[in-house]
C-alpha cells in the first residue's frame, strides 16, 4: 500500500498534461459552403469586338476557366436579342446585305448567316432581331428594290423558305410567345407614336393591332407568362391570349427605368436583374432588381457594400455595365467597367437583401456586356 500515493500523484500529473493539450489545440475550422459549381461565360467587349470569357465558380470562389469557349469575336452588334441561354446579334454589311449570328451558351455552339441572299438591288435597313425555337425574327425596311417599299418581319426557318409578312409601321423591336409573335411598332411617317402587331406564327397572318401612344420603349415576355410593354413613367401587363392590359403607375421617385437597360434578366421568380441610371449614387450606373408581384425596386449602390477603398483603388469603378443572377448559388452577377479605360472591367459578387454583402471579385479582360450562368 505504501506505493499508492506515488501512483496517484502520478496519475494525477497526467490528467493535467492531457488537459493542458486539449485547451491549447486550435479549435476546427469550419469549411464555408461552397455551394454549387457553375460556369460563368461572359460577352466582353474590347477594341470594338466582343469576345467570351469562360470563369469557373461555386459560391466562394471564381477563376479563369482552363477551358478556351468555342466562340469566335464578333464586331459589336447593331443589334441584339437575349432568349434563355442564346442570343442572337445583326449588323449591316451593306446594300442589302446583313451578318446574323446565334450564339448558344448552353450548347456551346455558334451558327452565321446571310438573311437576305434572295433580295438585289435596293436598300435596306434592319430594325430589330430576335430569335425562337429553330427560327429567326427579322424587321427591316426597304427601298428603291425588287421588294415593294416598306416595313417587313421575315420568318427564317431552317431548310424553308423565308417568309415576310408586311407591316404598316418600323418593326423596332419582337417578343416571341405561345405561338405569336409581338412586334412593337413606331409610326415613322405620320403620328410618331408606338404601336404593337401581333403575327400568328402557323399562317403568318396578323392577330391584332392596336395603338401604345408615346413612348412604348420595350417588350419582352415575362417569365409569369405576360407581355412587358414598358414606358419611362408606368409599364404594362398584358395577357397574350386575350390581349388585356393592367397599367402600373410609378411616382417620380420610385420609377424603375428598366427600359433603359439593353440587357433585361429574370429569375425563376419572376424578378428583373438591371443596370439602372440613377443620378442619387456616387456612380452613375448601378446594379437593380425589379420586383413584378409587389412592384418594387431593389438599387445595389456600390458604396452600400464596398468600402472607398474598394471603389476607388482596388476594383477603380466607372459605373454598372450588366447585372446577372446566379440563382443555384443565390448571388447577384455585376459587370463593371473600370475609370479611364473603355477596355477593361470586372465582375463582383454581392448576396442579395435581406442581407446584401460582398463575397468576391474579379478583373476581366473587357468590358462585361452580358453574362450567362452554366451548368458544368
Keep these: ?160 423558305a423565308p417568309v415576310d409578312v408586311a407591316l404598316d409601321k418600323k418593326p423596332i423591336m419582337f417578343a416571341p ?45 415575362h417569365p409569369q407568362g405576360s407581355l412587358i410593354i414598358g414606358y419611362e413613367e408606368l409599364h404594362t401587363k398584358m395577357d397574350p391570349g386575350t390581349y388585356s392590359v393592367t397599367y402600373v403607375n410609378y411616382g417620380e421617385d420610385t420609377r424603375p427605368d428598366f427600359v433603359k437597360s439593353t440587357f433585361l434578366e429574370c429569375d425563376a421568380a419572376g424578378k428583373l436583374y438591371y443596370a439602372l441610371p440613377y443620378a442619387n449614387a456616387k456612380h452613375s450606373v448601378v446594379p437593380a432588381v425589379f420586383d413584378f408581384s409587389s412592384n418594387t425596386t431593389t438599387i445595389y449602390k456600390f458604396e452600400n457594400f464596398l468600402t472607398e477603398e474598394q471603389m476607388d483603388t482596388l476594383y477603380n469603378i466607372e459605373r454598372a455595365t450588366m447585372v446577372a443572377y446566379d440563382g443555384a448559388n443565390n448571388l447577384i452577377l455585376i459587370g463593371y467597367r473600370k475609370a479611364g479605360d473603355l477596355d477593361s472591367g470586372g465582375i463582383i459578387r454581392i448576396k442579395p437583401v435581406p442581407e446584401p454583402a460582398f463575397v468576391d471579385h474579379i478583373n476581366v479582360p473587357g468590358v462585361p456586356y452580358n453574362l450567362f450562368v452554366r451548368t458544368n
Design 177 to 221: 410567345m405561345g405561338g405569336k409573335l409581338f412586334v412593337l411598332t413606331h409610326d415613322v411617317d405620320i403620328t410618331d407614336e408606338n404601336g404593337l402587331s401581333v403575327i400568328d406564327l402557323g399562317n403568318h397572318t396578323l392577330l391584332h393591332e392596336q395603338n401604345l401612344g408615346y413612348g412604348a420603349q420595350k417588350i419582352f415576355a
Design 1 to 160: 500500500m505504501k506505493y499508492c500515493p506515488y501512483l496517484l500523484l502520478a496519475l494525477w500529473a497526467l490528467f493535467l498534461v492531457s488537459c493542458t493539450k486539449s485547451n491549447d489545440a486550435a479549435p476546427e475550422v469550419e469549411e464555408p459552403d461552397r455551394g454549387i459549381e457553375r460556369e460563368y461565360l461572359i460577352n466582353l467587349v474590347y477594341n470594338g469586338e466582343i469576345t467570351v470569357q469562360s470563369l469557373t465558380v461555386d459560391a466562394t470562389e471564381m477563376e479563369p476557366s482552363a477551358e478556351t469557349p468555342r466562340f469566335d469575336a464578333i464586331p459589336v452588334p447593331d443589334l441584339v436579342f437575349r432568349e434563355g441561354a442564346s442570343m442572337s446579334f445583326s449588323r449591316a454589311t451593306g446594300n442589302c446585305d446583313a451578318e446574323f449570328y446565334i450564339n448558344d451558351y448552353g450548347a456551346l455552339t455558334t451558327a452565321s448567316m446571310n438573311l437576305f441572299g434572295d433580295l438585289e438591288g435596293c436598300s435596306l435597313s434592319v430594325t430589330a432581331v430576335a430569335h425562337g425555337q429553330n427560327t429567326l425574327f427579322t424587321g427591316y425596311g426597304t427601298e428603291d428594290g425588287n421588294k415593294a417599299n416598306g416595313y417587313y418581319v421575315r420568318i427564317s426557318r431552317n431548310g424553308k
